[in-house]
DNA sequence: TGAACACATGAGCAGATATTCATATGAAAG
DNA sequence: CTTTCATATGAATATCTGCTCATGTGTTCA
């Protein structure tokens, strides 16, 4: 039975059985809700959400950036890193020196977004 | 100089300045982007958000999205008091029962462009 | 070919975080 | 008043994560 079930999730009896299932039913895929969780992390960090900012506005090589968010090149590397792997961020060479710019413009909306919603409050 | 305080940050030289010093102009504040990485990291988070998503359908009770989701009661409180904390969602109480629902719906729409952004690729 | 420079990367560490367990709070019912 | 039930909360733990340090890679230039 579902009582059953219930008792071993958690210590208390559903309250509203129809209420769980029709919003089981109306949930999106746990893999779309997963990835996106795992987009939304990577763009919850003040050092990557401050690359891509930077990135809006012109393309730039990982020592500028590093100057301009007062750190040191090695992090900045390591969180380009993560970026490119999730897409966010491309890079093209030259010489010696790599450029990084946004891959993704779309997500730039989104971030637009998130300070809108911490702006009006 | 300049040029001190840039080798004290990285190794390297700094090779774009104008750059540097545009898009620092450019930059949002930084207060404001805190908030906003604080905010994505909020949302960043695959317990929450699957009980975002749960509360857009329907107010539930703490029972109910345990059980929807899974997992034991005190998981879900802990995670709706950091919800709440956030703004993000709100109670009412019904004798023992207490119901939540969601307090920001502007934040369900991005919410679902971070579907959108997993979703076409 | 070897020095210099921009960047990448692995290991290690310190701080953050999500979950569990045990227990407290607070309301309703008997 | 005591018990029961729904929820909250503190402590402890295990995992994750971002940064630093040292070093490796790849390119340019002398």
Redesign the interface.
């Known amino acids: 039975m579902s009582a059953e079930?219930?008792i071993a999730?958690?210590?208390?009896?559903?309250?509203?059985e129809e209420?769980?299932s029709?919003?089981?039913e109306?949930?999106?895929e746990e893999g779309?809700?997963?990835?996106?969780?795992?987009?939304?992390?990577?763009?919850?960090?003040?050092t990557?959400?401050?690359i891509l900012?930077?990135l809006f506005?012109?393309e730039?090589?990982v020592?500028?950036i590093?100057?301009?968010l007062?750190?040191?090149?090695s992090a900045i590397s390591h969180q380009l890193r993560v970026l490119k792997q999730s897409?966010l961020v491309k890079y093209r060479r030259e010489g010696k020196?790599v450029f990084y710019s946004l891959d993704?413009e779309?997500?730039m909306?989104?971030?637009d977004?998130?300070?809108v919603?911490?702006?009006h409050?």
């Open positions: 079930k219930n999730v958690c210590d208390c009896t559903v309250i509203h209420t769980v029709k919003v089981r109306s949930m999106p779309v809700l997963e990835r996106s969780a795992d987009f939304f992390k990577i763009v919850g960090d003040r990557r959400i401050r900012h930077a506005h012109s730039m090589c020592c500028d590093a100057v301009l007062d750190m040191n090149q897409g020196i993704d779309h997500v909306n989104i971030l977004q998130g300070l919603h911490v702006s409050n």
